[in-house]
């Protein structure tokens, strides 16, 4: 008598879902990461372009929540690639999560506390508005 349990693979376990949210200290660790190439992520500002213009944090792309869907949008965050949002504090950015999710991008992550966290907490010398 065989051990049929012994001959079948273990199912391979499904890629972990991408966490809702870090911190603004964890994205500037994955920017690092990103900048020394071990790491791989869009990183896109869901604010308005005038709000862009007070403040940004290096190494994002301008996508309007108004245009989160849009084609331009599509080609600087393709659905297949890891996406993280940001906006000012991060409502728009939760609910550019939560579209972006239900339109089928499938690792998709916000900053807690938008870029206000990350003028307070990683580069104080942003300005805050």
Known sequence: MTDESAATPAPT?????????????????RLAAREQGTDDFVLVDVREPWERE??????????????????AAQEIMPRDETVIV????????RHAREVLLQAGWSNVTFVEGGIDAWATEVDPSQPRY
């Open 13 to 29: 376990p499904a890629p972990a879902p991408a966490a809702p949210s870090l911190t603004a200290p964890e994205l500037a660790a």
């Open 54 to 71: 007070l403040v940004a944090i290096p190494g994002s792309a301008l996508v309007p929540l108004s245009s989160i869907l849009s084609d």
């Open 86 to 93: 940001h906006c000012h504090h991060d409502g728009r950015s």
